[in-house]
């Protein structure tokens, strides 16, 4: 169903489940920038964000993230998805939208809005489990 997402999104996507964001590089702009979750301030550099990005996938045991469905225009995105985790088994799933700006071909910047505190509730309940 994502075929019709830029390359630079769908790859990064295959990254994320693959629990590789080091894969991910080549697809961010090296001034790239990412609101892991729209409060929290924005994390700048493609260094930062990739540390970021892997602190939080290699936390779980497994991860998938599902493109729900998306809307594309020339230099932006907005991808509706579930993101899934997984911790000794037991799943922890919220639903998230990304805004993705994109730049010659590259991610430039993300802006991830979820709940927060509905996450908290799920992840700490997979944890307990």
């Known amino acids: 169903m994502y075929e019709d997402l830029p390359a630079a999104i769908t790859e990064f996507f295959d990254a ?17 920038s990412y609101q892991l979750l729209v409060p929290h301030p ?8 990739l540390d970021a990005l892997s602190a939080s996938i290699t936390e779980a045991d497994r991860v998938s993230w599902e493109v ?3 809307a594309v225009g020339p230099d932006l995105a907005l991808v509706e998805r579930i993101d899934r985790f997984w911790f000794d088994g037991n799943e922890a799933a919220i639903d998230c939208t990304g805004v993705f ?3 010659g071909g590259r991610i430039a910047a993300v802006r ?11 992840k700490q309940a997979a944890l307990e489990s």
Do not use: S
């Not at 809005?113 to 996450?119: F, K, Q, R």
């Open 68 to 70: 729900v469905t998306f």
């Open 42 to 49: 924005k994390i700048v550099g493609r260094t930062a964000v």
């Open 101 to 103: 700006e994109l730049r």
């Open 112 to 122: 991830d809005y979820a709940d927060l505190d509905t996450w908290r509730r799920r």
């Open 16 to 32: 994320i489940n693959n629990r590789n964001v080091w894969a991910a590089e080549a697809f961010l702009t090296e001034d790239v």
